[in-house]
């Protein structure tokens, strides 16, 4: 029984040893290969993080052929001005996490940045962790929002440019806004 099973484990080595020894000298061949024309956009200059000023700044050079490349000769778009930023001590993004010290109130609620028109925010409670993280969605028109868990609210400062572009603000044709209970509680209750 012993040399049945070691007769069929060496039969399955011999069927794939010659495939892996073939895809490794391919390789050792590609490797080696001295004469490869090399490509337009190798010899161009990696721009610093000062020097980004438009879409195109954000494209980037390439690896030459035959070489695997880096994350920063790769990247592309945010990406590219992300990895820039961190090589010269910018956080792009303010990944810091938000003020978890107090609990947010509708006077003083707790600032979330963002630069696009809607923002998430995952409140953990206040002390941190109090109880599971509960996601609150807020947008330009609706800029507040209060954690249903502990009661901390939570208000987006929009950073971003003050014309988008698209020209759709004055004229909304998406969904109405969800009436919630606190559109019929009487305004004397307030």
């Known amino acids: 029984m012993f040399l049945q099973r070691s007769a069929v484990a060496a039969a399955r080595r011999a069927a794939i040893s010659p495939v892996v020894r073939r895809s490794f000298t391919a390789s050792a061949l ?8 090399p490509h337009s956009t190798v010899g161009q ?3 610093a993080f000062e020097d980004i000023r ?11 052929p035959g070489t695997i490349p880096t994350d920063l000769e790769q990247a592309t778009g945010l990406e590219r001005l992300e990895i820039l930023g961190k090589m010269q001590g910018v956080d792009i993004f303010d990944m810091r ?8 109130t509708m006077d003083n609620p707790i600032m979330v940045k963002s630069a696009g028109d809607e923002q ?3 409140c953990t409670g206040s002390p941190a962790d109090s109880h599971i993280v509960t996601w609150l969605g807020m947008s330009r028109e609706r800029p507040m929002e209060r ?14 440019p003050e014309d988008d572009g698209h020209g759709h603000h004055d004229h909304h044709h998406g969904p109405e806004e969800p009436k919630t209970f606190a559109d019929f509680v009487k305004p004397q209750y307030w």
Do not use: I, Q, W
């Open 30 to 37: 590609r490797r080696d290969a001295k004469n490869v024309e």
């Open 45 to 47: 200059k990696m721009k």
């Open 54 to 64: 438009t879409e195109e700044d954000l494209v980037g050079p390439g690896a030459a």
């Open 120 to 122: 998430y925010a995952g």
């Open 97 to 104: 996490p938000l003020d978890s010290s107090r609990k947010g």
């Open 147 to 160: 954690c249903p868990e502990c009661g901390s609210v939570y208000k987006m400062e929009y950073v971003g």
